[in-house]
Every structure is written in C-alpha cells, then in structure tokens.
C-alpha cells in the first residue's frame, strides 16, 4: 500500500476518542509514514463542519441519522453501523446523594436543590438531544407529568458544554455531581453511573416506536431553521468524504474499525460492536 | 455451542437458549442484528426482554465458531448493516437445540404429572379417601 508522506484526516464524535486512538495505533503500525489529524467534536458539529466546507477523509459519527440528515448523497455515498450505546447518569463519589440514587428516584436526587447537573448542547452533540428525549420518555415512563419541563429548568446552561465528552471531563473534576452520558464514556473513564430502564435509556430496537413519541427541535442546515428529530436506538456509524484524496487508506481503516480488531477495540472501550 | 454439549445428556448452559433462539430466527430469514432484536422481542417464545449488548454478543460468538456467517449490507439510500445467516454447521447445531429442549420439554411434562398426582393423594388425605 502507498502511503508515504500522507495524511488522513478523521472527524469523530467525541465520544470516540478512544476508540479512534487505538485505532489509529493499530492503523500506523501497519502503515508507515502515515500522519493522523483527528478532531473530536459533537456529532452534529462534525457534519455541519463538512457541509461548510470543512475537508476530512473519514466521518465517524455518535448517530447513525446525521448521515442520512446532513451529508449522503452529496458529500458522503454510503456509511456503516458500528456500534450501539445507551445514554446513562455518570456521577463520582463525592457526588451529592450519590449514596441513594437509584434507577427508580434519579430524579428526585436530581431536582434537590442542591445538587448539580449537566447535559451537552442538543444543537451540536447527539447525546445533549438524547438527553432531552430521555427526560421526555421519562415523565410517562415513571408516570410524573411535567418532569421534562423541570429537568430543564434545572440543568445547567447547555451551552457549557458542546460535547458530552466535556461533561465527563466535567464530572472528574467536580463541577458537576451528575451528567448524562454515553455508558461508554462512563466507562472509560472509571466513572460510576447509574443505568436508566431500557425503555428510556434509547439502547433497545425493540423499544424504537416508543423512542420515535421523543421529539426535539434542532438547528438544521439552514441557518435560523430548526428541525424536529424524534428518538431512535443509538447507533454510531462511519463514513468516507467523496473528497478524499486518500479513497484506499480511508477505507482500509473503515474496514479496520468495522472488523474483528475493530470489534475488539470497541468492547475495550465499552461500546457494543454492531 | 457445539463444545458445552454432551450429546449423550444434552446438557446446556440455559443463559446460552438465546442462541437457539437467534438460530431459528435466522434459519427463518436472515437479518441484521437491529431487525434480529425486534424479532427476537416480538417472538412469542421470549422470556423477558433480550437486551442489545446480549444479541450482539451471542451473535459474534455464533458468528466466530461458525455457526452463522456475515457480511456487510449496504442499502440504496440507508446505512450499511452487518446481515447474519445461518451456516449448515448452525442447522445442525439447531436440531441439537431442537432435541435438547424436547428433552426438557418431557422432563417437565413427566413433572407435572408427578406433582398432579401429589396434588390429588392431598386431596383425597383431607377428605378421609384411602386408597391402596
């Protein structure tokens, strides 16, 4: 393979920085006097990115939708489901009330007063959406009318935080007690969470129509219009630029993260291979 | 699967069922593993809910002894998905599954007959029957 004095260029969720990491190790041992430039952002930052012009060789993305939304046909031709994750409540331990917070009064831990927590921006990250479809999904999940509407008004500001890696890194530092988050970050990191029901964590297929009741409205790719996204199991996916200029390489590492060491990657990093 | 079986007894670790079920739900049709997931769900033969790392799991497992073999899908306009199908090899460790459960299923049936007769010698004992 000729691959002298390249350069791929990656664009990734930021929940994946991980996994593009080890992929890129794995990718270089194989592929001498190859450069990476990978750029972690939220998922829906990452595509706008590329609709402005913006030029990467590879996309991977936190949701699968994105691609179909925002970037095939014109900038990607087809793309691949990865992975599946579930959205969950990270926390530490000196978290307030972390010694009784469960899956059945989150909540409640949530909306005392004195506690903190945080969701990333719906405008540029998957998870911040799925945050809010989560809150939703909830109120007649736990049956607790009006429960979305608290949520908001007591999270903090959203736009704190672009990407939900930065509300992990949040948590680890202690300026937040509680963030919603992918499990596989959680994970990662070493952090404790609490799992939400299948039927809201947004995980299951078999709990898709129930997901698709979830709606939230997002800026779209015209500016000052938003759209309504409804909810969907997680799915991550992965794409090639119809731009490359590296159509061989790029695709060798698709084919690398969408395989058995890819596989063996994701579970390491706490995400389910699809 | 095929190295937990001793085809003599049949024995087989019960948390691996989910396996016969993936098995006969792809010898029916083969899919992908989101659409396996709600098949598996809306199967009136599931007990409780199978869960997604679970399916996927079993699936790369099945997939790794040969049991079932994959390949990715790419559709016109939507994503590319990794489609399962059944080997001759998964067949085979089906009619396994089929014998094995048809084993349990007269274990069981042999069960409650016992504890119908139990039931009845009760009965008959609380109404002052005696019978030899």
């Keep these: 393979m000729s691959s002298l004095s390249k350069t791929l260029r990656i664009i990734h969720a930021g929940a994946l920085q991980q996994v593009i990491r080890k992929c890129v190790k794995h990718f270089s041992s194989h592929n001498a006097n190859l450069t990476f430039e990978a750029t972690g952002v939220?998922?829906?930052?990452?595509?706008?990115?590329?609709?402005?012009?913006e030029?990467?060789?590879?996309?991977?993305?936190?949701?699968?939708?994105?691609?179909?939304?925002?970037?095939?046909?014109?900038?990607?031709?087809?793309?691949?489901?990865?992975?599946?994750?579930?959205?969950v409540i990270g926390y530490s331990q000196l978290s307030k009330g972390s010694?009784?917070?469960?899956?059945?009064?989150?909540?409640?831990?949530?909306?005392?007063?004195?506690?903190?927590?945080?969701?990333?921006?719906?405008?540029?990250?998957?998870?911040?959406?799925?945050?809010?479809?989560?809150w939703q999904l909830s109120e007649s999940f736990y049956s607790r009318p009006g429960?979305?509407?608290?949520?908001?008004?007591?999270?903090?500001?959203?736009?704190?935080?672009?990407?939900?890696?930065?509300?992990?890194?949040?948590?680890?530092?202690?300026?937040?007690?509680?963030?919603?988050?992918?499990?596989?970050?959680?994970?990662q990191l070493g952090l404790p969470y609490i799992t939400l029901p299948s039927k809201v964590n947004l995980s299951n297929p078999a709990h898709?129509?129930?997901?698709?009741?979830?709606?939230?409205?997002?800026?779209?790719?015209?500016?000052?219009?938003?759209?309504?996204?409804?909810?969907?199991?997680?799915?991550?996916?992965?794409?090639?630029?119809?731009?490359?200029?590296?159509?061989?390489?790029?695709?060798?590492?698709?084919?690398?993260?969408?395989?058995?060491d890819g596989n063996s990657i994701l579970e390491e990093c706490g995400l389910i291979p699809c | 699967m095929n190295e937990n079986i001793d085809k003599n007894t049949l024995?087989?670790?019960?948390?691996?069922?989910?396996?016969?079920?993936?098995?006969?739900?792809?010898?029916?049709?083969?899919?992908?593993g989101y659409e396996l997931i709600q098949r598996l769900n809306d199967a009136d033969f599931k007990n409780g809910e199978a869960d997604t790392a679970t399916v996927?799991?079993?699936?790369?497992?099945?997939?790794?002894?040969?049991?079932i073999n994959s390949h990715w899908e790419v559709g016109e306009s939507g994503p590319g998905r990794r489609l399962y199908q059944l080997?001759?090899?998964?067949?085979?460790?089906?009619?396994?599954?089929?014998?094995?459960?048809?084993?349990?299923?007269?274990?069981?049936?042999?069960?409650?007959?016992?504890?119908?007769q139990y039931e009845e010698s009760l009965f008959n004992e609380e109404n002052g029957v005696h019978k030899p």
Excluded at chain 1, 42 to 53: M, Q, Y
Excluded at chain 1, 114 to 129: E, I, K, M, N, W
Excluded at chain 1, 154 to 163: D, N, T, V
């Design chain 1, 55 to 87: 030029n990467y060789d590879i996309i991977a993305l936190a949701d699968q939708a994105l691609f179909a939304e925002l970037l095939v046909p014109d900038l990607v031709k087809s793309y691949y489901i990865f992975a599946a994750d579930q959205i």
């Design chain 2, 56 to 67: 996927y799991r079993n699936l790369r497992r099945m997939d790794k002894d040969g049991l």
């Design chain 2, 11 to 32: 024995t087989i670790p019960i948390e691996r069922s989910i396996q016969a079920e993936l098995l006969l739900l792809l010898g029916q049709k083969a899919s992908h």
């Design chain 1, 147 to 187: 429960l979305y509407s608290k949520m908001e008004s007591a999270c903090i500001p959203y736009s704190l935080y672009p990407k939900s890696l930065d509300l992990a890194s949040a948590l680890v530092n202690g300026k937040v007690d509680y963030a919603f988050l992918y499990s596989s970050e959680a994970e």
């Design chain 1, 208 to 260: 898709a129509n129930f997901y698709d009741q979830a709606a939230v409205s997002v800026e779209s790719k015209v500016p000052g219009k938003n759209i309504i996204i409804h909810g969907k199991p997680i799915e991550f996916a992965i794409g090639i630029s119809k731009e490359s200029q590296n159509l061989e390489l790029a695709q060798s590492f698709v084919e690398l993260l969408t395989g058995p």
């Design chain 1, 99 to 134: 010694e009784e917070i469960n899956q059945g009064n989150w909540f409640e831990t949530l909306l005392d007063p004195q506690v903190t927590f945080a969701r990333s921006d719906h405008h540029l990250d998957p998870c911040g959406y799925r945050t809010l479809m989560v």
């Design chain 2, 87 to 116: 080997t001759p090899q998964g067949e085979k460790s089906l009619k396994i599954w089929v014998q094995y459960i048809s084993q349990q299923k007269a274990k069981l049936e042999i069960f409650l007959q016992a504890y119908s």
């Design chain 1, 42 to 53: 939220g998922s829906r930052e990452g595509a706008k990115r590329l609709l402005s012009g």
